[in-house]
């Protein structure tokens, strides 16, 4: 019997699980990956967590830009106790789509806040819509985070704000959702 190492076991789970309609539907929306499953996010946590943290496994997969679910895997298995600013900021500049941006900020850099303002202020200097993006996501995911009325609520809140006017000499359309979504959050902060 053939040995399949990590990266071709982890296709070949992902062939297993394949979605013809979820693929479908997400190549008409016009995501250019050449290779979509149609894992949806559940599939692919599950797998994370029966995988755990594999940094050599989440660089391959970082590296296969083809393969969304590659993408969309990538971040759950690094350990973000491992996590250095440069590799934040690496995978936060890699970062091809909206999805990806939001299971970059939501599974991993969330989880490192005290490299936060760092991560935020040099995606927001980069002025490019994924990348202002990203760092209006991760602000709002530590916002979700941090105790109401605490210390930690006060500094993500200022940094949030600081964000929210960084970005508004953007002019890209595409960040008026989160944008609003991020005043709405603001605006509703005790």
Do not use: W
Request: charged share 25%; aromatic share 6%; net charge negative.
């Amino acid at each position: 019997m053939a040995e399949y190492n990590k990266m071709q076991q982890t296709k070949r789970h992902f062939f297993a699980m394949r979605n013809g309609i979820i693929a479908d539907t997400i190549r008409r929306a016009g995501l250019d990956y050449k290779i979509i499953f149609g894992l949806n996010l559940p599939q692919i946590a599950d797998y994370a967590a029966a995988t755990g943290y594999d940094p050599d496994l989440a660089a391959q997969l970082r590296a296969d830009v083809r393969c969304r679910e590659s993408q969309l895997l990538a971040p759950m298995l690094v350990d973000p106790a491992t996590l250095t600013l440069d590799d934040a900021l690496a995978m936060a500049r890699e970062v091809r789509t909206t999805e990806v941006a939001d299971i970059l900020c939501h599974r991993l850099l969330r989880r490192r806040p005290e490299m936060a303002a760092e991560i935020t202020e040099a995606l927001t200097a980069d002025a490019t819509p994924l990348s202002v993006y990203t760092a209006l996501r991760l602000a709002l995911n530590l916002l979700a985070v941090a105790p109401p009325a605490s210390e930690q609520s006060e500094r993500y809140t200022a940094l949030a704000k600081q964000i929210l006017e960084a970005t508004a000499a953007v002019g890209d359309t595409s960040l008026a959702g989160i944008r609003r979504q991020m005043a709405d959050e603001l605006e509703y902060r005790p």
